[in-house]
């Protein structure tokens, strides 16, 4: 099994040149805050002819951390079984037609022009927001082509998200909560909790996977019942659970356990994600569940190929390697809130006990941060649980990005977290090539998609 690669980019520069113009008229349309309603996106479905209610049954998928990796192990599990799936994803990091896939092959540019012409012309500029079209264009686009699941993330809310016009999913998966976007979700874990739940439905089952604040799950219990009938919750730590073991990990579901001794995805925390998209999976086959796709072979074959960019992802042969020294290692994450960070600082206290054996010789390598973040971050919240682990923190700028902190404001609000050493450069090819005297060393960028889409861009 061989997946497609993320996104389908046009040899054709004006093709390319035309998206970007459209997309950047979709900005235009709606330049006051984001209003987070459903009314607007209804009306809208509506005049396109509802392609919503047209759709193959859809999983969706809300929470802070670890949606798109959620997604991208159901994915994986489900096209091992033969099935066919739209995926719809966001932000993208490397080009727009990432956010799309249909019939289990990324949009074309050529058919993302298409449908998002079709949408403008409907709309003839009423106000909308960026990310309402663009999810209308994706229901467009999936409504046409025949598929056995939708796959549908959120957008950074739930209750009032554009994506929640779905009125009958087959299942709902809820993510790891965190603090972020509280100006528009709420100022506490549990307001943006019951925000996020908003997407459970009655008589639907949600899978609720693992939270690092323990009060959001009586959250979900409480929504969950006050429906007309419950939605079926399956709670991590409850009705599944997943643990790490010395050769890997075990999914446990009911009476049934299963183990995986690898996959794709770096980092102690994909295994919640992990198992969150197995719980789904069982749920989703039903009757037709097989026990034999949930053997640990049949399991790593899907897992082991999964291409989720930008999340503990170790860099090869990229522009950066040739700038430091052959024995460092570079990875680069997006991480950029409070989970994020805790989840960041697990994989750096295994990689600080890890030891890597050479002859006569035995090494523990050094971290060493590298930093760039929207100024809408907190970046204490992210970066505190991280600076046990962390030999040196560099600030930089997440390059073409306007809502970046400046250099001298990152480094400011880093300075009283207690950093054993801190350092600022001008972008982060220079943050790199400051490291090039250190050896045996992991560098770690981090703190931005936004950052992460610069980089592999490069």
Request: glycine share 6%; aromatic share 6%.
């Amino acid at each position: 099994m061989n997946f497609p690669s993320l996104y389908s980019k046009s040899d054709d520069p004006k093709i390319e040149a035309h998206l970007n113009t459209l997309l950047n008229q979709l900005g235009a349309l709606h330049i006051k805050d984001i209003d987070l309603s459903l009314k607007r996106i209804e009306n809208f479905l509506s005049q396109l002819g509802d392609p919503h209610l047209r759709l193959p049954p859809v999983i969706h998928i809300a929470g802070t951390n670890g949606k798109g990796s959620t997604i991208a192990a159901l994915r994986a599990l489900l096209e091992a079984s033969d099935k066919v799936v739209h995926v719809v994803t966001s932000p993208h990091l490397m080009h727009p037609t990432e956010r799309i896939t249909v019939a289990s092959k990324p949009i074309t540019s050529e058919a993302f022009i298409s449908v998002l012409e079709e949408c403008l012309a409907v709309n003839r500029n009423d106000p909308i927001t960026f990310f309402e079209m663009f999810i209308a264009a994706s229901f467009l686009a999936m409504s046409r082509v025949k598929a056995d699941y939708a796959l549908l993330e959120t957008g950074m809310g739930g209750r009032l998200d554009a994506t929640n016009v779905i009125p009958n999913p087959i299942c709902t998966i809820i993510t790891t909560i965190s603090c972020d976007h509280a100006e528009f979700l709420g100022d506490t874990v549990d307001l943006i909790a019951a925000e996020k739940a908003g997407i459970m439905k009655k008589n639907v089952p949600c899978i609720v996977g693992f939270q690092t604040y323990a009060s959001v799950n009586k959250i979900f219990q409480n929504l969950s019942q006050e429906l007309s009938t419950d939605a079926i919750l399956h709670q991590h730590g409850a009705a599944w659970n997943i643990e790490a073991n010395p050769h890997g990990f075990t999914f446990t579901w009911q009476d049934e356990s299963y183990g995986v001794s690898h996959t794709n995805m770096l980092g102690a925390h994909q295994m919640y994600n992990i198992g969150a998209a197995i719980g789904a999976y069982r749920i989703i086959m039903g009757d037709a569940f097989d026990p034999m796709i949930l053997s640990p072979d049949a399991i790593e074959k899907p897992l082991c190929k999964i291409n989720w960019p930008g999340r503990l992802q170790e860099l090869h042969d990229h522009a950066f390697n040739n700038l430091i020294h052959d024995t460092n290692q570079i990875f680069i994450d997006g991480g950029h809130n409070d989970s994020a960070g805790m989840m960041l600082a697990t994989q750096l206290e295994h990689w600080n006990h890890c030891v890597n054996q050479k002859p006569n010789q035995s090494i523990i390598k050094p971290i060493h941060l590298i930093v760039g973040m929207v100024n809408r971050k907190d970046p204490a919240e992210f970066l505190t649980p991280l600076i046990p682990y962390v030999e040196s923190i560099t600030a930089t700028t997440i390059p073409n990005e306007p809502d970046s902190y400046d250099i001298d404001s990152l480094k400011e609000l880093i300075e009283p977290l207690g950093f054993k050493t801190i350092k600022t450069a001008p972008d982060p090819m220079a943050a790199v090539r400051d490291l090039k005297d250190i050896k045996d060393s992991r560098i770690l960028i981090t703190g931005s998609l936004y950052l992460m889409g610069w980089i592999l861009q490069q």
